[in-house]
Nanobody, 116 residues
Framework: QVQLVESGGGLVQPGGSLRLSCAAS????????MGWYRQAPGKERELVAT???????NYADSGKGRFTISRDNDKNTVYLQMNGLKPEDTAVYYC??????????WGQGTQVTVSS
């Protein structure tokens, strides 16, 4: 079992930056990849970015060039650096862990609001 705890959300003005963190604990070795997803009000949850244990990354088009996903294996933590934030980036951001079994686990989510 893996526990995921997100932090770093908040209110930021358009064009600003935020860094989200997701700390994993528990059965860390069962994780094959981690990622960030987001869900805006009235919309479905969507992929933001993923990173494998080998460091391979994947981004949704909406975040390419603005968002960077990274990981610190010593701290079992995944980060999402978000620059050039836009009002349409407003959403609850969820951390996800994908296991070698194909199952996954979600964090509780952290709110990101981009508004002037």
């Amino acid at each position: 079992q893996v526990q995921l705890v997100e932090s770093g959300g908040g209110l930021v003005q358009p064009g600003g930056s935020l860094r989200l963190s997701c700390a994993a604990s528990g059965s860390i070795l069962s994780i094959s990849a981690m990622g960030w997803y987001r869900q805006a009000p009235g919309k479905e949850r969507e992929l933001v970015a993923t990173i494998t244990t080998g460091g391979n990354t994947n981004y949704a088009d909406s975040g390419k060039g603005r968002f960077t996903i990274s990981r610190d294996n010593d701290k079992n933590t995944v980060y999402l650096q978000m620059n050039g934030l836009k009002p349409e980036d407003t959403a609850v951001y969820y951390c996800n862990a994908l296991f070698h079994s194909g199952q996954g686990s979600w964090g509780q989510g952290t709110q990101v609001t981009v508004s002037s």
